[in-house]
């Protein structure tokens, strides 16, 4: 007798969740597919810029609609959604691929000496994939950026994506491999792309870099490029006395993110998604505990003290700062809510439901709507010219404005991102091992092995 009425609770469920995809496609559509590139796949960092792209954002957009891919993949007809999904992550890695390809001379330079002016760029021109701004302009060594794509780009073949066609792929992302495995000895100019704290054009030993290419190591090994079709050529190797390297100078390094910071906000992205690149429970609780205490505001995280990006004293027409400048910024660094989001995404890995319901409440004061009712994620909030003086007397005092990042006419694009896959999994529309489906978040003897019998370290 109860059968009927379960049938209908499950059809119920069924028709909720489908419309609550439809939602989340809709929203992937407005805010990310939107402003990615028709011709190269790349998206710009944030979306009012038509020229230049940049390769970080890219990958967290990638990973936001593979998410949504992912989670159309449980229902039985998506009407081709997760197709056309799934098509804009190939589309986009391979842009990537592409742009670094054309620049394999300089990727040979940089394996024989790691110098900064043979680096792959982190920048391309959105339509034509060329290059925009020498490394003389810019500073484009940035090892997180090549790790992440690594770490995605295992992620989404493992999904059942097929993104690496031919053989020459396959030895341009060994090539990848060879270009980070030095990471222990290769100063870079870091996430934030100002290298030193002091913004001088110096660049030094990051542990949110050397974290990322770690987890980009352990992740890459043994991987078969092309999926379940591939064989033993195209399975990529690491060596791993370099592994070894780059994780005892990243577990010596921390909690500290370098020479010149003692903390930095970007080691989250390192020790939790989409990294996961410690599992020794101490340094973890540490790093994190370091972050929080020293760097959490009413209006999201500081990303390091005396950072002067965003800040009302900052001269934007100069490239580096005065020496000694960087204290004049001290007590009213910019506040970043996409920190909230991160540890919102890392406590539904962790189970930490108090964690994610805290970040959820804090979000809801910072978060803007569009005319269509969609969240916007403001990139940062900063202390108005007028109040600074006030607020450096009397920390957290003075209300904080939004940035013109993170408006509806101009999204930040790797805030609405990490939001986008923040709401999937909150909304249990996405499992965490749909999200990382080799395990990244498990320790090392938990993961599922890699078939085949190709190099197999952990």
Request: aromatic share 12%; glycine share 6%; proline share 3%.
């Amino acid at each position: 007798m109860d059968a009927a009425p379960s049938l209908h609770v499950l059809h119920t469920n069924y028709q909720s969740t489908v419309r609550q995809l439809d939602y989340y496609y809709g929203l992937v559509k407005r805010q990310i597919l939107h402003y990615q590139s028709p011709t190269i796949g790349l998206f710009p960092a944030c979306s009012a810029d038509t020229h230049v792209a940049d390769l970080r954002t890219s990958v967290y957009c990638t990973m936001a609609t593979w998410s949504l891919y992912q989670a159309y993949r449980r229902i039985d007809d998506d009407h081709g959604k997760a197709y056309e999904l799934g098509g804009s992550c190939i589309k986009c890695m391979r842009g990537i691929l592409g742009c670094w390809m054309r620049q394999s001379p300089g990727l040979e330079l940089f394996k024989a000496g790691q110098q900064g002016k043979f680096a792959l760029h982190s920048k391309f021109h959105l339509i034509t994939g060329e290059e925009v701004c020498s490394t003389d302009q810019y500073e484009h060594l940035q090892l997180d950026v090549v790790a992440v794509y690594l770490i995605a780009l295992v992620q989404l073949i493992t999904s059942g994506l097929q993104i690496i066609y031919t053989m020459d792929e396959v030895a341009f992302v060994q090539n990848l491999v060879y270009y980070i495995e030095r990471a222990y000895r290769t100063p870079d100019f870091g996430i934030w792309e100002r290298g030193s704290k002091y913004n001088n054009g110096t660049p030094e030993l990051h542990a949110s870099s050397i974290g990322m290419v770690k987890a980009a190591l352990e992740a890459i090994n043994g991987c078969n490029l092309f999926g379940d079709r591939g064989a033993s050529w195209s399975v990529i190797f690491v060596d791993i006395d370099a592994h070894n390297r780059n994780r005892s100078i990243f577990e010596t390094l921390l909690p500290k993110e370098s020479s010149s910071k003692s903390v930095d906000a970007s080691l989250l992205f390192t020790i939790s998604f989409p990294s996961f690149s410690t599992h020794d429970t101490h340094l973890y609780n540490k790093t994190k505990e370091q972050i929080m205490t020293l760097l959490k505001g009413s209006y999201g995280y500081k990303r390091f003290q005396r950072d002067g990006y965003g800040c009302e004293l900052e001269d934007k027409t100069r490239r580096h700062y005065y020496r000694g400048e960087t204290k004049d910024f001290e007590g009213v660094e910019c506040e970043w809510p996409m920190f909230y989001v991160l540890l919102m995404i890392e406590g539904v890995f962790k189970s930490n439901d108090k964690q994610v319901e805290e970040c959820k409440t804090l979000l809801k004061q910072l978060v803007k709507t569009d005319k269509n009712g969609d969240s916007i994620l403001p990139k940062y909030y900063y202390v108005p010219k007028d109040y600074i003086e006030l607020e450096k007397e009397s920390p957290g005092s003075q209300l904080r404005v939004s940035s013109t990042v993170g408006t509806a006419s101009n999204l930040f694009m790797m805030g609405q991102s990490l939001l986008l896959i923040a709401d999937l999994l909150t909304h249990d529309l996405l499992h965490i091992n749909e999200l990382d489906p080799i395990r990244r978040y498990m320790p090392s003897y938990n993961r599922p092995r890699k078939g085949g019998r190709y190099s197999a370290f952990q």
